[in-house]
Every structure is written in structure tokens, then in C-alpha cells.
């Protein structure tokens, strides 16, 4: 018999293998749009999975802790009245969120997972465009059912936008968020600054730096940067400081290049690491956040930059991943400044950015109806004020805020002082990417390269990621 | 990598040398006993490297319009790889990982350890052996963390050793850590098989060569080494391999600071999930497939001309 030589045949057994596959990728994606609505809509027996990041005892415990004690008990007896015997289940994580961010993606992608899942607003964009997502009217199937539950109203608009994508609603909204300066009274009170602080510009902050900066063991500024925070860096770092400089990162349809606002964001941050003012090695290590956390708590940051999750869930005194016993009276909080009176975004002297999350009802769910029920019982009045506890947090109902945020100055400041000049992050699938050149880029500055050299790195990232060089500008 | 080897039994030819068939198997039976390693070869190794080649040369992405609708780019992604500055910087980096981790210090220290407990007291050789094994055994994400306390800048051990507090280990140093754990962890390994190659020294030779007066690193160079060159070979290759697919050094810095320890198993894992662009990791994979299969290669020819 002649014998084939083996790289012959293996190379025959490859390409009739790659015949057989071509075309297989995603073209899987069509099943899950085309099952019923209906589905299982009269079952008795109904098992649902609600996945978040939160895990007891761990990130957001007390997020975890209401929706395992309070809201799935709550659920199961309401259903129980009407006769299904419904089981829940919490499928927790304490993971990072670009961690928690991948697990969904693989999961969806394989059409498993959560029936309820809590995602970031900004994956809603490129989660709906690989058909991870569907809008909630396709998945519950009748969009006067979605469209009149009465707690939309209650929902404001910019609050509704992060649940939606290309104008459909893929997700109940949980609520926004603000972000500050956050600084340490003690340590101000040391250094000689005023406990109500409230810098009109980047030199404002970086002069408070240099006075911080002559206590011993003292980091002064601490202004998130690098890759290893993640979108961190881009909500509590660039951001808030690009729209300082009167830019935003995506404006008529371009994304910002490398441009002189892009360049004086990265020159803010080369004033704060370069010169001893931040610690540039914190923003480089794997936990450098929680790490920020932990010394901001044991009073060695002066200023940081911050969310209310920071007050609500890290120095919280009870419950907080870095509790600090006296925050109310040791943490202060002021406005963000433009790098200059009006030169931020709109003209502002004061500017912020805000974010937050949805829950929306996963396509491969077995019971769509229920699982819109139950996306409807947890956004209800009654429950969201069950799940704030007594604490207060930035909900996505009015109603249910004009109650509980008199009683939380702080919140109450980001409330009435942040949300009114704050801004969102554009909800368009390049923007993750494109936020991953903006932290490639402050990692690039900390780690010593020059601004311009960094801008230039920037600047190819974000052509490939918007895909063209005419989508993004530059000068 | 197939390589030329005797007509598989199991192929279904007409047997013309019936000696071939010393086990008396037949045909059918021979069959029935390769299946299922075959099936399992295919299902897990086969198939999934040609699905890489396959998405390999597309631009599939895990989330996105490229999620649902990823077209074939044909070799873009190779042509991309080439001109990739972080995935040189990733070849690079593999390239000190192996040479200072598994060529060096593994190779040396497995046998050091394997030379000077030849001849030392059994409890002694014995608890060193299972410290040297302990390492090797335990589970990566218990290591991981043992090291991470260790090097930690705040409060890690290392510093309080040295007095040094302050010094961040993994982000001024990060190579240098992984080196060094890398050694640590894998040395096990050279350890056993030098000690074993060892054995076969005659002490004869050793003792001749005391008797007329050879110094210690004459006798290794002149009498041991001989003996043991096969050893060092496949040990080399062996290590070598493993260590330039190993996905530790993820566990202690994520590839960081800044692309700093990314080594190549390390920037597929970041380029494929945290980037989402799973059509250019495969293709970096395959490559990677590649250069393993050229260093398996060169192993057999070298051992092949050894015999």
C-alpha cells in the first residue's frame, strides 16, 4: 500500500474540517429571536436566576444580602398567592467588572446564564449588537405589556438612556450615580486648608496637593490611572477631567483623538505623578483600588476622586469594604472643577460624570414572562425603598428619592449640586474600546512616556477602534 | 506532530506483513482499542486546533457586530501579529521567562539539589525533597497568593525580611518576581529526573576519579555530565516547553504594570477576553501552536539522533 505522508494527511483531515466549519461563527445567533414569548407563561412551576456583581460579605454585600433576605422571599410569596410555585435564585460575584463583564459575555454568547442579569449601561451597546441582548419588548414579546408598566414614568430620561441602546429599552435602570473630590478633613485640617473646600481649578487642587504633600506619609492626590483599574480609570480619572477641559469623548457622532484637551488631561496627570503629588506605583498594581480605598480610610490620601459608591459602600461606617468609624465628620466632598472657571464642558465651572447599571431579562430564559415580572416587582416603589435599608443611594425612581435622600447630605449634594451638570458616557458599542485606549494612555503617562508620545499611542487605538480615521478628530 | 512511525494497525488496509500484528489483535479488535484515544484526541486536540486556524483568520469578536457577523480576513491578523509592538514585546518576554526561569534556573537549581542530596543523610534528602515537590504540587491559585503576600509592597514579607518597607516588588521588578517564582515552582521537576540520571554514574568512575585527585567540577564535567547529557536534553525541552506555555505569571500580575510581564500565553488571554478580539488571539495562539511544534520537533530529531 503507498503510504501518505503524514503532513498530507493532515493537512487534508484541516481543510475538509474547515470546509465543514465555515460560516458556524455566530451564525448561531438567530434561534433565541425566534422563540416564543409565550414560552412556559402559564407554568406552575418556575425556576429563575438573578446574577449581579455582589456578593454577602464582599463587593456591594448589601446589595447581595437585600435581593437574597428581602427581595427573592418577597417574590416567591407574591407569586405563591397567585398559585406558581416560583423558585429564585442568586447567582452572586465579587469579582472586578471587567471579570464579571467576560463570564457574561462567554455565558450569553453560549446562549446560558442568569435570566436576569445586572450589566454595566455602557456593555448594553455591544452586548445588544452580538444578539446577547434583545429589547425587552421582543423578549417579553408585547411591547404594550413593556411599555406600560407604570414605573417608566417615574424613571427619568438620562437615567431610562442607560438601559437603552439605538433608542429600544434593553433594561430596567438601577439607579445613577455622581462622582467628587473626596478629601480628609484631618488631614486638611493639618496642613492648614479649610474643611469646606471647594477648588475652581485644576491648580486649585494641585496647590492643596502641595500643602497635603509636607505631611509625613501622606499621599496628597490620587486621581485613578492605568490599565489594571479598568473602567475606573476612565469614570473616576479622564473623564471628569476631559470634560473639564469643555471636550467630550464622543461629540456629533466623532470620537476625541488626540487633541489638546486629550493632551492637557495627560499633562494633569504627569503635574500629579510626576512630581510626587499621587503615587504612581498604586495605580499600577493589580488591587491598586481597593488599596486606594484602604489608605484613603486609614487617613494617608488627602484628595480622591471618587463615586458616591465610595461614601455609600467604602467608608460607610457599618458595612463598608474600608469602613471609617468617623466619616461623617472626617470626609468632605466638593465639586469637580473645570481646569479653569467656565472652561468646562457647556461652559461649567463645575462638571462630573455619572453611570450606573440595568437589569435586563436574558433571551435564553425559559420564562420570559416571569422573568419580566419579576424585573418589574424589584424596580417597584415598595421594593427599591426596601433595598436602600435605611441608607440612602441615588435610585432610578423619583418618587422614591424626593424621600430618602433628605435624609443623606451627601447624596443629597450629589443629588441636587452633581446630577444637574454631570454628564453621561455615550452608550455606543466602540465605547468600551475606546475607554481602553483613554486608560492605556494615563498608564502610558504615570509609567514616564511623554504626553505627546502617549497622545500618538492614543490616537491609533482610537482610529481602530472606531474604525476609521474620518469617525474620530484630531488636531 | 505526526511523525513517521509503523503502519497503525488500525488503519484498514489489507495487512500484508501479517508479523506486523504481534499482539494477534486483528483488525477489529485493534480498532476497538484505538477508538476511544482517538475520539478523545480529536474532540479535544484536533479540533480545537483547527477551529483556532479557523478563527484564526477572522475577525471575531466576543461581544459586538463581529459577535454575531464575523467575516474572514484572511491573513490580517498574521500581517497584524508582525507589526504588533505588544506582541513582540510579549515574545520577548517569554523569551527571558524561559531562559531565566526554566533554562537556567530550573536546570541548575533541580541539579544542585539533585547533586548535593545524593550523598546527604536520608532525612535530610527526604524532607528537602518534599519542600522541593510541595512547591510544585500545590495548586497555582494557592501559590499565587502566597507569593503575592510575599512581595507585597505594604506589608509583604519579603520587605519586612530586608527592611525594605515600600519596595513594590511585582511593579518595580515584575520579570525579575516571575523569574524567581517560576524557579521555585517548577524546580520539582529537574530535580527528580537528575536525581534519577544520577543513578546511572557508575561510582566506579566517581571513585576513580577521586582516587586520582580530580577536582569537583572535573568530575562533572569529564564523568557525570557524559552520562547525563540525554537527561539534560530532555529535561531542557521539556521545561522549556512548559514554561513558555505557562499562564501563572497571569495569577501574580495580569501581565502588568503596563504590558511589563505580559508574557505571550498572558497577552492571548488579555488580548482575547479583556480586548474581546478572539479572532486576532487565535491567530496568536496559532502561533504559538507553531513554535511548540518546531521545539517538539527539534526534540525528537535530537533524541532520535542520540539513539
Known amino acids: ?475 | 506532530m505526526a511523525t513517521a512511525s509503523p503502519p497503525v494497525p488500525g488503519r484498514p488496509a489489507r495487512v500484508r506483513r501479517p508479523a506486523q500484528d504481534v499482539a494477534g489483535l486483528g483488525i477489529g479488535r485493534a480498532v476497538g482499542f484505538l477508538a476511544p484515544a482517538l475520539l478523545l484526541i480529536g474532540a479535544f486536540l484536533v479540533f480545537p486546533a483547527i477551529w483556532t486556524i479557523y478563527i484564526g483568520i477572522t475577525n471575531y469578536r466576543l461581544t459586538g457586530v463581529e459577535a454575531v457577523s464575523p467575516s474572514i480576513v484572511g491573513l490580517a491578523n498574521y500581517t497584524r501579529a508582525l507589526n504588533d509592538a505588544l506582541f513582540h514585546n510579549a515574545l520577548w518576554l517569554t523569551l527571558l521567562f524561559v531562559l531565566g526561569s526554566a533554562i537556567i534556573g530550573q536546570n541548575i537549581l533541580g541539579f544542585a539539589l539533585a547533586w548535593t542530596m545524593r550523598r546527604a543523610r536520608p532525612a535530610v534528602r527526604r524532607t528537602v525533597e518534599a519542600l522541593v515537590l510541595l512547591a510544585w504540587i500545590l495548586p497555582s491559585t494557592v501559590v499565587a497568593y502566597l507569593w503575592i503576600a510575599f512581595f507585597d509592597r505594604d506589608t509583604g514579607t519579603l520587605n519586612s525580611i530586608l527592611g525594605t518597607q515600600g519596595t513594590a516588588w511585582l511593579i518595580d521588578y515584575p520579570m525579575v518576581c516571575l523569574v524567581l517564582f517560576n524557579t521555585w515552582r517548577g524546580t520539582a521537576f529537574s530535580m527528580m529526573l537528575y536525581s534519577s540520571a544520577l543513578q546511572a554514574v557508575p561510582p566506579s568512575q566517581l571513585e576513580s576519579a577521586r582516587m586520582v585527585g580530580a577536582s569537583g567540577w572535573q568530575t562533572l564535567r569529564d564523568i557525570v555530565f557524559p552520562h547525563i547529557r540525554g537527561h539534560v536534553l530532555t529535561n531542557t525541552l521539556l521545561i522549556s516547553l512548559w514554561t513558555a506555555n505557562d499562564f501563572s505569571p497571569f495569577l501574580l500580575t495580569k501581565g502588568g504594570p503596563n504590558h511589563e510581564s505580559e508574557t505571550v500565553p498572558v497577552y492571548i488571554y488579555n488580548v482575547a477576553l479583556q480586548g474581546g478580539e478572539l479572532g486576532y488571539s487565535s491567530a496568536i495562539s496559532f502561533l504559538l501552536l507553531i513554535a511548540n511544534l518546531l521545539v517538539a520537533l527539534l526534540y525528537l530529531r535530537l533524541l532520535r539522533r542520540r539513539s
Not at chain 1, 464582599?58 to 397567585?82: C, D, M, R, W
Not at chain 1, 452572586?92 to 449601561?121: H, M, R
Open chain 1, 1 to 475: 500500500m503507498r503510504r501518505i505522508p503524514p503532513l498530507v494527511r493532515l493537512a487534508v483531515l484541516g481543510s475538509a474540517a474547515s470546509v465543514l466549519l465555515t460560516g458556524c461563527l455566530g451564525s448561531s445567533d438567530s434561534g433565541s429571536g425566534d422563540q416564543d414569548a409565550n414560552r412556559n407563561a402559564d407554568a406552575t412551576k418556575v425556576e429563575l436566576v438573578i446574577g449581579s456583581n455582589a456578593v454577602k460579605g464582599g463587593k456591594n454585600s448589601a446589595g447581595a444580602e437585600f435581593t437574597e433576605s428581602v427581595l427573592i422571599p418577597k417574590f416567591v410569596e407574591a407569586q405563591k398567592a397567585k398559585g406558581v410555585d416560583v423558585t429564585v435564585k442568586f447567582q452572586g460575584d465579587g469579582s472586578d467588572d471587567e471579570v464579571y463583564k467576560q463570564k457574561l459575555a462567554l455565558g450569553l454568547s453560549n446562549k446560558t446564564g442568569p435570566d436576569l442579569i445586572n450589566v454595566d449601561g455602557i456593555w448594553v451597546g455591544e452586548f445588544a449588537q452580538a444578539g446577547y441582548l434583545k429589547p425587552l419588548t421582543d423578549t417579553v414579546g408585547d411591547a404594550a405589556k413593556v411599555d406600560g408598566w407604570d414605573g417608566w414614568k417615574q424613571i427619568p430620561d438620562s437615567v431610562q438612556q442607560l438601559g437603552m441602546f439605538d433608542g429600544k429599552r434593553y433594561g430596567v435602570p438601577g439607579g445613577t450615580d455622581g462622582r467628587v473630590l473626596y478629601f480628609n478633613k484631618k488631614l486638611f485640617a493639618q496642613a492648614g486648608l479649610p474643611a469646606d473646600w471647594q477648588p475652581k481649578s485644576w491648580d486649585d487642587i494641585t496647590a492643596a496637593g502641595q500643602a497635603l504633600k509636607k505631611l509625613p506619609g501622606v499621599t496628597p492626590i490620587q486621581i485613578n490611572a492605568g490599565t489594571a483599574m479598568g473602567e475606573a480609570t476612565s469614570m473616576q480619572g479622564v473623564l471628569p477631567l476631559l470634560v473639564g477641559t469643555g471636550a467630550t469623548i464622543n461629540t456629533d457622532g466623532k470620537w476625541l483623538g488626540n487633541t489638546s484637551q486629550i493632551r492637557q488631561v495627560l499633562d494633569f496627570y504627569k503635574s500629579i505623578y510626576g512630581s510626587g503629588l499621587g503615587d504612581p506605583v498604586l495605580q499600577r498594581e493589580a488591587k491598586g483600588r481597593d488599596k486606594s480605598f484602604a489608605l484613603f480610610a486609614a487617613n494617608k490620601i488627602g484628595i480622591l476622586l471618587e463615586g458616591d459608591y465610595f461614601w455609600r459602600s467604602v467608608v460607610e461606617p457599618k458595612a463598608g469594604v474600608a469602613k471609617m468609624a468617623d466619616r461623617d465628620t472626617a470626609v468632605g466632598y466638593a465639586l469637580i472643577p473645570a481646569n479653569k472657571a467656565g472652561g468646562g464642558v457647556k461652559g461649567q465651572d463645575f462638571v462630573s460624570m455619572s453611570g450606573g447599571g440595568a437589569v435586563a431579562i436574558n433571551p435564553n430564559t425559559k420564562f420570559p414572562q416571569q422573568a419580566w415580572e419579576l424585573l418589574q416587582f424589584m424596580n417597584s416603589a415598595e421594593m427599591v425603598k426596601a433595598g436602600l435599608n435605611g441608607a440612602a443611594k441615588i435610585t432610578q425612581r423619583t418618587d422614591v428619592n424626593t424621600e430618602v435622600l433628605a435624609g443623606d447630605p451627601m447624596l443629597n449634594f450629589v443629588a441636587s449640586k452633581v446630577l444637574p451638570l454631570t454628564q453621561y458616557r455615550p452608550g455606543l458599542a466602540e465605547y468600551p474600546r475606546i475607554s481602553a485606549a483613554l486608560q492605556q494612555a494615563t498608564a502610558d503617562v504615570i509609567g514616564g512616556k511623554p504626553t505627546d508620545a502617549a497622545a500618538k499611542g492614543y490616537q491609533t487605538a482610537v482610529e481602530a477602534a472606531a474604525g476609521g480615521k474620518d469617525k474620530v478628530t484630531s488636531n
